[in-house]
């Protein structure tokens, strides 16, 4: 569990719930509470305990359930108290992790595109209260060690810029770490497109044959899973900014210019959440484009042997009728006992098959 008291000119950092109750609060500032799953099962009556002291409130039983659940799916709710939201990041798995892939609650390896073997779409929840932020993450999470590095340097960094990094409130920071996921994601459409577009030149190059049929229906399944899950996401998030707007309006202008840039942030996650849809969206439609292609090549592939069979066949025809002909058990016959009767047979057909494959070749019957 890491515990970080964010105020305008700095952050500090803690790891005990009872320092915080002693500390309180600041006046200028908010809290940041976050644990994994196991943390906030273990410490779960500490942590309500420390909830209540800071803030009056407890999660409720239904909310705690939501938080330790890794198989549900993105969504958002609220009480009069404090905001829930589920968020499944998209992010690469680390290495010799287990990683909760796509189908929600399932592990182990799967077949398909490489690099979709490696995505983590485990569920992060946040329960936003005014002046305090609790996350909940997956063990060794990646998103939440590379944010909170992020929020450190920034507020170690002395510059008039760096303050622009610091979150103003709590729901300004769920909103930072959310985007930090989505954002995790499209760091990895160009691994996703190049793996793709590989599989698209094997399935369109004529002198190999495509045999990895299973692989490539994983894909798409993976892909269509992965479409599901950033529509959750959105919806979860559009959720979220039609919940603002119910909000009470702010009283002086810091406040009020706080509300918008909370508004502009939300606007600005939904905006790359529709993003990583639109791409995932594109990589379904592209592998559907490359099957359909490469079953039309097949066919034309198929019907130009059909086509110079034919002409081989159609040039053939007329030597086998003169072989036919001339094949027959009579005895009185044109040219049959004459000194050049073979031999003109030959020029004959030789003239008739060279005539035929000129005029198929005009006519581009035996062109690729």
């Given amino acids: 569990m890491r515990i970080f008291t964010i105020e305008k000119d700095g952050l500090t950092e803690s790891d005990s719930l009872q320092g915080l109750n002693e500390q309180g609060i600041p006046q200028q500032g908010f809290v940041w509470i976050s644990c994994t799953r196991s943390a906030l099962e273990s410490d779960l009556a500490s942590l309500q305990a420390t909830l209540q002291a800071l803030c009056g409130v407890e999660l409720l039983d239904l909310h705690i359930s939501d938080l330790l659940n890794v198989q549900l799916p993105s969504h958002y709710d ?10 499944r990041r998209l992010a690469a798995a680390q290495v010799g992790a287990g990683p909760e892939f796509l189908e929600r609650g399932q ?80 760091a990895l459409r160009r ?54 707007k119910t909000w009470p309006e702010p009283q002086t202008a810091a406040a009020k210019r706080d509300r918008e840039l909370l508004q502009v942030r939300s606007r600005d996650v939904l905006e790359h959440i529709e993003r990583v849809v639109r791409h995932v969206q594109r990589l379904e439609q592209n592998a559907e484009t490359a099957v359909q292609m490469h079953f039309n090549a097949q066919s034309n592939r198929t019907n130009d042997i059909m086509r110079t069979l034919t002409v081989f066949t159609a040039v053939f025809l007329p030597l086998n009728l003169l072989a036919g002909i001339f094949g027959m058990n009579f005895e009185f016959m044109p040219v049959l006992h004459l000194d050049y009767g073979f031999w003109g047979s030959i020029v004959s057909m030789v003239v008739i098959a060279a005539g035929m494959v000129a005029y198929f070749w005009r006519k581009h019957y035996l062109h690729q």
């Fill in 107 to 186: 592990t182990g390896k799967r077949s398909g595109l490489p690099i979709l073997r490696h995505i983590d779409t485990s569920p992060v929840g946040f329960a936003v209260m005014d002046r305090l932020l609790l996350t909940v993450h997956p063990d060794d999470c990646a998103v939440r060690e590379g944010y909170t590095a992020k929020l450190m340097q920034s507020a170690n960094t002395k510059s008039h810029t760096a303050g622009a990094f610091i979150p103003t409130d709590s729901a300004d920071l769920m909103l930072r770490i959310v985007n930090h996921m989505v954002d995790g994601y499209l």
């Fill in 78 to 87: 609220y009480t009069s108290d404090y905001d829930i939201l589920i968020f």
């Fill in 191 to 244: 691994d996703l497109t190049r793996q793709l577009d590989h599989w698209q030149a094997k399935l369109l190059n004529p002198k190999t044959r495509f045999n990895n049929w299973s692989s490539l229906l994983d894909a798409r399944l993976a892909l269509h899973q992965l479409d599901e899950v950033c529509e959750d996401q959105r919806a979860s998030i559009q959720d979220w900014i039609e919940a603002v």
